[in-house]
């Protein structure tokens, strides 16, 4: 009995807790509606190219009108960690970082500034293709990644501040 009042107690605390769905109204939702609104300007390079697409797969932009423009700029750099005994590099890190806005398009306003960014380990061997096919990698890996944290915080700042859809 004790047990089943205390389960009561929790479940009902819970219920207060502040947490909301971000996707509530599934696609035709507030948050869904205005990341579909949402276009992407050019970025440079190729880390440029992986990143748009990736944006772009994750916008799903329903071809209405966007009301939004995002834009963003990369800083993409590789760095050489460990060394071997013939001061060649045996490990390196790819770093990712990106800084966006969100602007509205019909007033010209930053609506969000924010940044994003990630990296990745990979090791130097002694095939020039297998390291350039593993900074590739990373290079796509990390395009996924910082893009999904950049769609999860444009949600969020539509969720948070009601952005008016259209």
Same mark, same amino acid.
């Given at each position: ?16 807790? *502040? ?5 509530s *109204?599934? *696609?035709?939702?507030? !948050? ?7 276009? !992407? ?7 440029g190219?992986?990143m748009?697409?990736?944006?772009h797969?994750r916008l799903?932009? *329903?071809g209405?009108?966007p009301?939004?423009?995002?834009? !963003?700029?990369?800083d993409? &750099? ?10 060649s ?10 800084r966006? &806005?969100?602007?509205?398009?019909a ?15 990979? =090791? ?17 890996r990390?395009s996924?990644?910082?893009? =999904? &944290?950049i769609?999860?915080? !444009?949600?969020?700042?539509?969720q948070?501040?009601?952005v008016?859809a259209?």
């Open positions: 009995m004790k047990r089943a009042l205390l389960l009561a107690a929790l479940a009902l605390s819970l219920s207060g807790c *502040g947490l909301h769905p971000l996707y *109204g599934g *696609g035709s939702g507030a !948050v869904a509606t205005t990341l579909t609104r949402i276009e !992407v300007g050019p970025i440079e390079g190729k880390a190219w992986l748009t697409n990736a944006l797969d799903a932009a *329903g209405a009108t009301l939004y423009r995002l834009e !963003v700029k990369l993409d &750099q590789i760095i050489g960690l460990g060394v071997r005994s013939d001061d590099v045996s490990r390196e890190r790819r770093t990712l970082r990106a966006y &806005q969100l602007i509205d398009l007033k010209g306003t930053v609506l969000l500034d924010a940044t994003a960014g990630s990296d990745a380990g990979l =090791d130097v061997v002694n095939s020039e293709y297998a390291t350039i096919a593993a900074e590739n990698s990373a290079l796509e990390l996924e990644i910082v893009a =999904d &944290q769609v999860s915080r !444009v949600a969020l700042y539509a948070r501040t009601d008016p259209k």
